[in-house]
T-cell receptor, first 113, second 117 residues
Framework: KQEVTQIPAALSVPEGENLVLNCSFT??????LQWFRQDPGKGLTSLLL?????REQTSGRLNASLDKSSGRSTLYIAASQPGDSATYLC????????????FGIGTKLQVIP | ETGVTQTPRHLVMGMTNKKSLKCEQH?????MYWYKQSAKKPLELMFV???????ENNSVPSRFSPECPNSSHLFLHLHTLQPEDSALYLC????????????????FGEGSWLTVV
């Protein structure tokens, strides 16, 4: 059974700092890994999706990496801004019978002006 | 625009009410899913449908009743809910329920926030 862990659970940084969010998964037989953003009281917004054959994906100030062999993914946020404050979730897609997405609990990020 | 639309975005209901959540996908997918997100818990898979046929009921109480009239629409009918059912309910879709090749991608809607009072 896939388990996804995100560390830290919460993070507070001053504006402008570069930061890394971590995600680990127990079953390396994933098809892809996805990072989401969730604002308070809102649904999920997909940020980046990394296919199992890829090592990283970039979008603007965001860079996500994937290391299947070690069961790890990181989300790097450059030059953080107060608007980046949100909860960041990672999710691993497996196929055991039929495909399932397993989510971590998320990292709650606060960027202080 | 993810191609998966959920309504309503927010719902407050009493424990004796009957309401429904609606999901519509515009991606031509054949599989649809309901997930539940409770506070401080990972998202939990509730139901899976493939071509309108339910293939998974993940030990969900009968007060949650899904309906998939066609491959583009998915409903979650709610009745006699409990306060602990308050959560974010997410709908998702994918091309198929089985992953093949480089894998399918699951697309999520923005969710329906449910509060049971």
């Amino acid at each position: 059974k896939q388990e996804v862990t995100q560390i830290p659970a919460a993070l507070s940084v001053p504006e402008g700092e570069n930061l890394v969010l971590n995600c680990s998964f127990t079953d390396s037989a994933i098809y892809n890994l996805q990072w989401f953003r969730q604002d308070p009281g809102k649904g999920l917004t997909s940020l980046l999706l990394i296919q199992s054959s890829q090592r990283e994906q970039t979008s603007g100030r965001l860079n996500a990496s994937l290391d299947k062999s070690s069961g790890r993914s990181t989300l790097y946020i450059a030059a953080s801004q107060p608007g980046d404050s949100a909860t960041y979730l990672c999710a691993a897609l497996n196929s055991g019978g039929y495909q399932k997405v397993t989510f971590g609990i998320g990292t709650k990020l606060q960027v202080i002006p | 625009e993810t191609g998966v639309t959920q309504t309503p975005r927010h719902l407050v209901m009493g424990m004796t009410n009957k309401k429904s959540l609606k999901c519509e996908q515009h991606l031509g997918h054949n599989a649809m899913y309901w997930y539940k997100q409770s506070a401080k818990k990972p998202l939990e898979l509730m139901f899976v449908y493939s071509l309108e046929e339910r293939v998974e009921n993940n030990s969900v109480p009968s007060r949650f009743s899904p309906e998939c009239p066609n491959s583009s629409h998915l409903f979650l009918h709610l009745h006699t809910l409990q306060p602990e059912d308050s959560a974010l309910y997410l709908c998702a879709s994918s091309q198929a329920i089985r992953t093949y090749g480089s894998g399918n991608t699951i697309y999520f809607g923005e969710g329906s926030w449910l509060t049971v009072v």
